[in-house]
């Protein structure tokens, strides 16, 4: 008489019910694992995601250089920067008494997608691509012996193929740039991919925001950009310099961050 256990390891190997269950077996516990580990690695990967975006943002303002370590990122990011909420449509600071939601659970770009959070972007054609933007988004105040020294904005746009999501930095005058950096983005390497470029980065430093009319110059051109509102294009990708021209013109200006600044560098030493 065939023991038992001999009968249920000749199904499991010689059949096809015996094969597919192995198989099913197998597949949901790899699921339960991968799922596992999904979760317990998330918490360090969203980590390790805000201190790459404030690393960009300190970059942008000079603050830190590329090969910062996370510490040393975290420890200029704490003692030199205010993280503001601000009503993007009024350019005032919100507290937790003026929202119905938790500020620090608060996502602009998840908020941008909302059907319900999103503003439309106005007017439609200022930020091609971009159909809404979110209502509320997080402005970084450059601090230095306890006074406004600065000034970190979030801009993002679409260029050739993707998104571009960076910072640009401008001083207490709200009217000097001090640097820009991007993050994320799929541009073509060695065209539009050139926004990493740390020669063409460069180029926007002390550039000037506004003309005498309050308008926003600052701006990408095409060829040599040799005034002081205006950088240099990249060869060969007019259409991602476009998309920066078109991002950084409408978030600095009045549909963007241009009430903010004006409501603050009319307090900023140096104004």
């Known amino acids: 008489m065939p023991q038992p256990e001999r009968s249920w390891y000749m199904f499991l190997r010689e059949t096809a019910p ?58 200029v990011f704490a003692d030199s920067v205010e993280k503001q909420l ?39 054609a200022a930020l091609p691509g971009i159909q809404k933007r979110e209502p509320y988004t997080f402005v970084y105040e ?7 020294d600065g000034f970190i904005f979030p801009i993002y746009g679409k260029g050739l193929w993707s998104t571009l999501r960076g910072y640009l930095a401008i001083e207490a005058d709200g009217q000097t740039v001090r640097g820009i950096t991007f993050y994320e983005h799929a541009e073509t390497p060695g065209l539009g991919g050139e926004v ?35 950088v240099d294009g990249l060869s060969g990708a007019t259409i991602t310099s476009r998309g920066v021209d ?5 978030w600095l200006g009045p549909e ?14 140096g104004a």
């Open 246 to 250: 078109n991002m950084v013109k409408y």
């Open 18 to 75: 015996g094969a597919f269950l192995v198989a099913a077996v197998l597949c949901i516990v790899c699921s339960v694992l991968v799922a596992g580990a999904a979760v317990i690695l998330k918490p360090a990967q969203e980590a390790n995601k805000l201190v790459f975006k404030q690393k960009n943002a300190l970059m942008a303002a000079g603050l830190v250089e590329g090969d910062a370590s996370p510490d040393a990122v975290k420890k």
């Open 196 to 230: 990493d470029n740390p020669g063409w980065k460069a180029l926007w430093d002390d550039k000037k925001v506004y003309g005498e009319d309050g308008k926003v110059e600052l701006g990408v051109v095409k060829g040599q950009g040799s005034d002081e509102y205006s």
């Open 256 to 269: 963007g961050f241009g009430k903010y600044i004006e409501k603050h560098r009319a307090t900023s030493p």
């Open 142 to 148: 450059i601090t230095k012996d306890g006074k406004p």
């Open 86 to 124: 601000v009503d993007i449509s009024t350019g005032e600071v919100v507290t937790a008494d003026d929202v119905k939601f938790k500020i620090d659970d608060y996502d602009p770009s998840q908020a941008a997608k909302d059907p319900k959070l999103g503003e439309p972007v106005s007017p439609p």
